[in-house]
């Protein structure tokens, strides 16, 4: 966590009412297909409400996907006020060693700000049409693919676009998006620790990859409420937040489907348009809500593919809770809700003790993937359980050939911290099934492994799939490890 906490306020000193909140965690926990992680609430610049379910934890980082584009665009604002980036010069200007190469009008029209508005002209997502092209120099395979219509008159989005944006602040600065962000903004903002994904050129994708907690996804969101001031220091340039935050280029419709209101109104820069306010958002459900007419920042982690209607809870349940003034005689509801929030936690996977009379069965047995290969996780080939000597037992997956130990243990979850940071939860349930849940406790990740010991086969399930596909022992922040995407 940040050596700087964010300032403490009960609720109703701060307009929100605790039963709104009550209400939105009634809702979000009745959701089977949301599993939330953490979340935060922001009024009038005060922490009025916070909460990890566990085993998630305030201090871990979490995998914020698409959420890390606007800590990409943020270097990109800044860089543009030290004179380093023009948001109106053509893309290829900073790359003239392409500049042979790169002949299609289209491309060579393409400007930063559109970069910046996932409006490059493609009609689609070119990501890995863009490694394809160039491996070592993805830039340059994206600058390779001819754009579908003008620039700046279509919405896709598209991550190469921030991947090259990123790319050009790490050129102009000679760093890092991480180095160049430390001093300027993570610092001054109070952001502990953070960690960034690289691909094979060195690079921080820029597009996704951020580890970072739910503590710095809300100081972001409080510095861009508050135009880039924080404690009377400008960190951001004047006006950029009003700049980022409006819409640039239409997005109704741009995703396909009938239900996806909040993403249908519009696209800032790297911040998409909501009903209310403006948000970041990252895959799985990572969010950064801004809400300027409720003075109001709501920053969450979790697991879900339904992220629409996470935000139609928040807009159902939250939106009513904030009043115009301070709530009184409300000191038992707040104190009821704090009494909740610290003991947030998610309901472990269902399992027993091994059952009696089949710990020698069980002892040493080992698993091969039912039908040859786990289709979720086709790196996945063996899997072994085994006895302790205090009574405990290890299920030890094998991953591209590396161990992965998981302990079982008599907590609802059995956390560890090496070699990856998990949390394992389940048991028996039969007396030939085993039956267990790791959850990557610095992701939106569960796993699901069920041994048969009839056949002695097992299965793997991802209830969210991680993007893209990596090994298990890379369920983690780099920063530990000086990790890559490669």
């Not at 490694?131 to 993805?138: F, G, L, S, V």
């Not at 991480?178 to 597009?207: C, H, K, M, Q, S």
């Amino acid at each position: 966590m940040s050596a700087d906490p964010l300032p403490v306020s009960a609720p109703a000193a701060q307009g929100v009412d605790a039963a709104g909140v009550h209400a939105f965690l009634d809702a979000l926990e009745a959701v089977p297909d949301i599993e939330p992680h953490s979340l935060m609430i922001l009024r009038h610049g005060k922490l009025v409400a916070s909460g990890w379910w566990a085993p998630f934890a305030a201090d871990r980082p979490h995998l914020l996907y698409s959420l890390s584009k606007n800590f990409t665009v943020t270097a990109a604002a800044l860089a543009e006020a030290d004179g380093l980036i023009d948001f109106d010069a053509p893309v290829i200007s900073y790359f003239p060693e392409f500049a042979a190469d790169v002949t299609d009008p289209r491309s060579r029209a393409m400007r930063v700000r559109h970069l910046a508005s996932m409006a490059s002209g493609h009609e689609g997502e070119t990501v890995d049409a863009a490694y394809a092209r160039d491996p070592a120099e993805p830039v340059r395979g994206f600058l390779l693919l001819p754009p579908d219509r003008d620039p700046g008159t279509h919405f896709a989005y598209n991550q190469p676009n921030t991947y090259t944006l990123g790319a050009i602040v790490q050129r102009v600065t000679g760093g890092s998006l991480t180095a160049y962000l430390r001093p300027r903004l993570l610092d001054p903002l109070g952001v502990g620790p953070t960690g960034w994904v690289r691909d094979r050129t060195g690079r921080e994708i820029g597009f996704s990859g951020l580890y970072a907690t739910t503590d710095a996804v809300a100081r972001l969101g409080r510095l861009y409420l508050d135009d880039g001031v924080r404690d009377g220091r400008r960190l951001l340039p004047e006006g950029w937040a009003a700049r980022a935050a409006r819409p640039h280029i239409a997005t109704a419709g741009a995703l396909g489907g009938d239900q996806r209101q909040d993403w249908d109104q519009g696209y800032g820069y790297h911040f998409w348009m909501s009903r209310h306010g403006y948000r970041g958002d990252g895959a799985y459900g990572q969010f950064c809500l801004v809400l300027p007419e409720h003075d109001a920042v709501i920053a969450a982690t979790s697991a879900t593919e339904r992220m629409q209607d996470y935000l139609d809870l928040v807009w159902r349940h939250l939106l009513p809770a904030f009043h115009p003034a301070p709530l009184t005689g409300r000191d038992a509801q707040d104190a009821a809700l704090r009494d909740r929030l610290d003991r947030l936690a998610l309901p472990p996977a269902p399992g027993a003790p091994v059952p009696p009379g089949r710990a020698a069965d069980w002892s040493g047995a080992v698993f091969a993937p039912e039908g040859g290969a786990c289709p979720d996780q086709p790196t996945l080939t063996g899997a072994a359980v085994a006895a302790g000597p205090d009574g405990g037992w290890t299920l030890t997956l094998t991953d591209r050939g590396e161990p992965l130990p998981l302990r079982l243990g008599d907590a609802p979850w059995t956390v560890a911290g090496e070699p990856v940071p998990a949390a394992v939860s389940g048991g028996w349930t039969g007396p030939g099934t085993l039956a267990v849940d790791v959850v990557f406790l610095e992701t939106p990740h569960r796993l699901r492994i069920t041994c048969s010991l009839a056949d002695g086969t097992f299965t793997a399930h991802w209830l969210t799939r991680p993007m893209p596909p990596t090994r298990l022992r890379r369920l983690r922040s780099p920063m530990a490890q000086g990790l890559s995407s490669g």
